[in-house]
């Protein structure tokens, strides 16, 4: 059983920076990759980026700009997603997410989900 614990989401303005983390918990979680999803209302989840278990590989979806960048402390066992230069484009609720296999990038990679924190950049 993993769990797992978004933080620092909120309503940012267009071109600010935010950092959102995930803590992750329990006896087997550091065996686990980390990834970031995000979904936007009216809109299917998709991938944002993962990080192996030792955090040396990351992927990032097919949309995701250079702006945004996966992390991972290992001694912490929590996962960060650094945004920059936010755009409206990027509202949604963002959940955290583990998975089993070396980098998962799909959503039936992942087993465990956190409740998700929502960032919202107004227009």
């Known amino acids: 059983q993993v769990q797992l614990v978004e933080s620092g989401g909120g309503s940012v303005q267009a071109g600010a920076s935010l950092r959102l983390s995930c803590a992750a918990s329990g006896p087997t979680s550091s065996n686990y990759a980390l990834g970031w999803f995000r979904q936007a209302p009216g809109k299917e989840r998709e991938f944002v980026a993962a990080?192996?278990?030792?955090?040396?590989?990351?992927r990032y979806g097919d949309f995701v700009p250079g702006r945004f960048s996966i992390s991972r402390d290992i001694a912490k066992n929590t996962v960060y997603l650094q945004m920059n230069s936010v755009e409206p484009e990027d509202t949604a609720v963002y959940y955290c997410?583990?998975?089993?296999?070396?980098?998962?990038?799909?959503?039936?990679?992942?087993?465990?989900w956190g409740q998700g924190t929502q960032v919202t950049v107004p227009s």
């Open positions: 990080i192996s278990r030792a955090g040396g590989i990351t």
């Open positions: 997410a583990a998975g089993r296999t070396l980098i998962p990038t799909t959503l039936t990679d992942y087993e465990y």
